[in-house]
Nanobody, 123 residues
Framework: QPQLVESGGGLVQPGGSLRLSCAASGFTFGYYAIGWFRQAPGKEREGVSCISTSGSTNYADSVKDRFTISRINAENTVFLQLNSLKPEDTAVYYC?????????????????WGQGTQVTVSV
């Protein structure tokens, strides 16, 4: 079955960095754009970043210039590098797969979802 597994979350101080990974299996990874979404307690899920099958990227304004998404198709893996972290970045981060070459941050159109990894930014 299709599966996405996130890893790399944790507790970090403001200004710190984390690298999240999303490992995919059970579907043809190269046919899917991959997105990262996050949900903080009491808030709606929001799109963070996505990467198309060809490597084109999109970012939410709130993370632009701080987060970097990348993918290695040969390893069925997508990474999200989080730099200059802020307390407001605290959330559960999910990766998701969207069939087709292009990507966007409309979560309801994504087909497969991981279980999420917690990112906490605090002193």
């Amino acid at each position: 079955q299709p599966q996405l597994v996130e890893s790399g979350g944790g507790l970090v101080q403001p200004g710190g960095s984390l690298r999240l990974s999303c490992a995919a299996s059970g579907f043809t990874f190269g046919y899917y754009a991959i997105g990262w979404f996050r949900q903080a307690p009491g808030k709606e899920r929001e799109g963070v970043s996505c990467i198309s099958t060809s490597g084109s990227t999109n970012y939410a304004d709130s993370v632009k210039d701080r987060f970097t998404i990348s993918r290695i198709n040969a390893e069925n893996t997508v990474f999200l590098q989080l730099n200059s972290l802020k307390p407001e970045d605290t959330a559960v981060y999910y990766c998701a797969a969207l069939f087709g070459s292009r990507c966007h941050l409309i979560s309801r159109q994504y087909t497969y979802w991981g279980q999420g990894t917690q990112v906490t930014v605090s002193v």
